[in-house]
T-cell receptor
Framework: AQSVAQPEDQVNVAEGNPLTVKCTYS??????LFWYVQYPNRGLQFLLK????DNLVKGSYGFEAEFNKSQTSFHLKKPSALVSDSALYFC??????????????WGLGTSLAVNP | EAGVTQFPSHSVIEKGQTVTLRCDPI?????LYWYRRVMGKEIKFLLH????????ESGMPNNRFLAERTGGTYSTLKVQPAELEDSGVYFC????????????FGPGTRLTVT
C-alpha cells in the first residue's frame, strides 16, 4: 500500500533561518513526489515535484526538495525563511506503475510558522 | 487565466438535507479531481474525471455521494442525504493531464452538517 508520513504537525523557525519540512513515503517501485502549500483561506498551490532524474528539485518561492531513495524521503527545504512562508504544507506520492491505483496519496500536512 | 473556482465557499446544512457543490476547472483541463479533508486528517481522494467520464471513483465514501461532469466542463458533487461525518472541506482540482501533471486547486467548499 502507498503511504506518506509527515512526522511533524508543526515546524517553527525564525525568519532568515533555514527551514526543513519532512516527508517520508512508501510505494512499490519508483515514486512521483509532490509538495503543495496552502495559505489561509486559499486552495492548495503546487510547489515542486520529483518525477525522475536529478535528486534535487527546485520549485516556486525559493523552495527545493531532495529525493533520497535509500531513506524514502523527500524533505522540503528553503535556505532562508520568510514570514510569508507561514502556511500548511502537504506532501503527496504516487507510484510510477500504480496499475489501477492511480490517485495521489497525501500526508497529514505540516504547519510552518516563521517568526519575525 | 482564471483559476479553479468552487461554489459555495461555505455551506451549513442539517443532517438529512441535500447539498450540491460546484467546481469550475481551468478551461481546457480535461482532468478534474474531487478531494475531501476532514479537520486534522489527510486529504482524501474522492474521484477523478477525464472529460465527462469517471476515470476513478474508488474514493467515494458511499452511494450518498454523486458526482457529475456533464459536457466535460464544470462538475457537481451532490450529497444526499447528508450525515454528520460528511463535514469537511471539499476541494476540486484540475490538470491538463493525469499524474505526474501538477494539479490546480480551487479554494474549497467548507461543508458543515449539523
Amino acid at each position: 500500500a502507498q503511504s506518506v508520513a509527515q512526522p511533524e504537525d508543526q515546524v517553527n523557525v525564525a525568519e532568515g533561518n533555514p527551514l526543513t519540512v519532512k516527508c517520508t513515503y512508501s510505494v512499490s517501485g519508483n515514486p512521483y513526489l509532490f509538495w503543495y502549500v496552502q495559505y489561509p483561506n486559499r486552495g492548495l498551490q503546487f510547489l515542486l515535484k520529483y518525477i525522475t532524474g536529478d535528486n534535487l528539485v527546485k520549485g516556486s518561492y525559493g523552495f527545493e526538495a531532495e529525493f533520497n531513495k535509500s531513506q524514502t524521503s523527500f524533505h522540503l527545504k528553503k535556505p532562508s525563511a520568510l514570514v510569508s512562508d507561514s502556511a500548511l504544507y502537504f506532501c503527496a506520492v504516487r507510484a510510477h506503475n500504480a496499475g489501477n491505483n492511480r490517485k495521489l496519496i497525501w500526508g497529514l500536512g505540516t504547519s510552518l510558522a516563521v517568526n519575525p | 487565466e482564471a483559476g479553479v473556482t468552487q461554489f459555495p465557499s461555505h455551506s451549513v446544512i442539517e443532517k438529512g438535507q441535500t447539498v450540491t457543490l460546484r467546481c469550475d476547472p481551468i478551461s481546457g483541463h480535461d482532468n478534474l479531481y474531487w478531494y475531501r479533508r476532514v479537520m486534522g486528517k489527510e486529504i482524501k481522494f474522492l474521484l477523478h474525471f477525464v472529460k465527462e467520464s469517471k476515470q476513478d471513483e474508488s474514493g467515494m465514501p458511499n452511494n450518498r455521494f454523486l458526482a457529475e461532469r456533464t459536457g466535460g466542463t464544470y462538475s457537481t458533487l451532490k450529497v444526499q442525504p447528508a450525515e454528520l461525518e460528511d463535514s469537511g472541506v471539499y476541494f476540486c482540482a484540475s490538470s491538463p493531464g493525469p499524474v505526474p501533471y501538477e494539479q490546480y486547486f480551487g479554494p474549497g467548499t467548507r461543508l458543515t452538517v449539523t
